[in-house]
């Protein structure tokens, strides 16, 4: 089969022709027709992520059809149009127990970090790890369901408890879960204050539904916040982008008993005055989505309640055209690769 191989932390990505895997006991075999691609895929390729293990192939957010299921295998059939979950949980421990398989104790890691991923022809997985998709998805948008969309609704959800009205600030807003994320606060019910780093993106926000924007490059977040809530702040900030910076603006733009997740990945610190908790405050993290919540959005998006936004197609063979967009910090959305 096509793959793209990445053979070492931050090489390129190599075109190779190898085996199509076979499924094991418990396992399936999908013919992947989508996957997205987006930065969580570029802070892996740098191994700035979760560990890997090379060679890899890549891929996180995958789509198809199941064309075989191993030994013991009878919650799944050949032909099954499916999305990927991609946590490795034990489905043993306390957290997979109730639902919260993200904090799995015994995780193995991810699809495409510690096992081969999407940015090939077929892949196997553990069965549980195959989601069944309604017909109204097509492929692309079940891809970009699997994190982009499914992420953005634990944070709203189960992490801020975005209610109606809520005054919401979504930093990152014009990336590929941001987007998802802007949406999916005004389908509970808020008003969303969307701040990116271009005049083109702050226009792509206000397109998918934001109330208002803000420049973080020429404005300053927290002075911003104050005037469009008449001092008030925000009853909830997601940081899609998470640099200490932007988690220190969003921290200092919350309301009285406001909530901050945090859902990107720059490390570092930042000083902190911890009194104001005492204005119950929550800060919080994000770690990706349920199977539960996944299967929720899937009917979410088949309702058309949410837009899958995909802003660029490519073939596998020519995907670093999207790491090239994604390291200028001028994709849209999301990016995905079809091989139809
Ligand atoms: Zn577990």
């Known amino acids: 089969m096509r793959a793209m191989l990445l053979d070492e932390p931050g090489g390129p990505l190599r075109s190779a022709e190898v085996d199509i895997p076979s499924p094991g006991p418990g396992e399936a075999l999908l013919k992947v027709r989508s996957a997205g691609v987006g930065l969580t895929l570029a802070h892996i390729r740098e191994a700035r992520g979760p560990r890997v293990k090379f060679p890899r192939i890549i891929g996180h957010e ?3 059809g199941i064309v075989e299921v191993g030994s013991g295998v009878t919650a799944l059939s050949k032909g099954e149009r499916c999305l990927v979950h991609f946590y490795l949980n034990c489905w043993n421990c ?22 081969d991923g999407g940015f090939a022809e077929y892949v ?5 790890n195959f989601i069944p998709i309604p017909d109204e998805l097509d492929y692309e948008a079940a891809a970009v369901t699997a994190d982009a969309i499914c992420t953005p609704w634990h944070v709203m959800k189960s992490r801020a408890h975005v209610k109606p009205m809520d005054d919401v600030l979504i930093i990152g807003a014009a990336g590929g879960v941001g987007i998802h994320a802007v949406q999916m606060a005004k389908l509970f019910g808020a008003r969303v204050i969307a701040v ?4 083109e993106k702050l226009a792509f926000c206000r397109q998918y539904g934001a109330d208002e924007v803000i420049n973080g490059r020429a404005q300053d977040i927290v002075e911003e916040v104050s005037r469009l809530t008449d001092g008030k702040g925000v009853e909830v900030c997601a940081d899609f982008f998470g640099s200490p910076q932007t988690a220190e603006a969003g921290i200092n733009a919350l309301s009285t008993a406001g909530t901050f997740v945090i859902v990107g990945v720059e490390p570092g610190t930042f000083p902190f005055n911890i009194s104001r908790l005492l204005r119950e405050q ?3 993290g994000n770690r990706y989505c349920s199977y539960e919540e996944m299967r929720e959005v899937i009917r979410v998006v088949a309702r058309g309640l949410v837009k899958p936004v995909v802003t660029k197609r490519v073939a596998l063979e020519d ?3 999207v790491f090239d967009t994604l390291s ?13």
């Not at 990116?196 to 005049?199: G, N, P, Y």
Request: with cysteine.
């Open 196 to 199: 990116d780093i271009s005049e």
């Open 319 to 321: 995907v670093e055209e």
């Open 282 to 284: 929550v800060i919080t």
């Open 94 to 115: 306390k957290w997979c127990r109730i639902g919260r398989e993200t904090l799995c104790s015994n995780l193995r890691g991810n699809v495409g970090t510690v096992v």
């Open 328 to 340: 200028r910090q001028t994709l849209l959305g999301r990016a995905a690769i079809s091989f139809d």
């Open 124 to 128: 196997a997985l553990p069965y549980q």
């Open 62 to 64: 995958i789509a198809g």
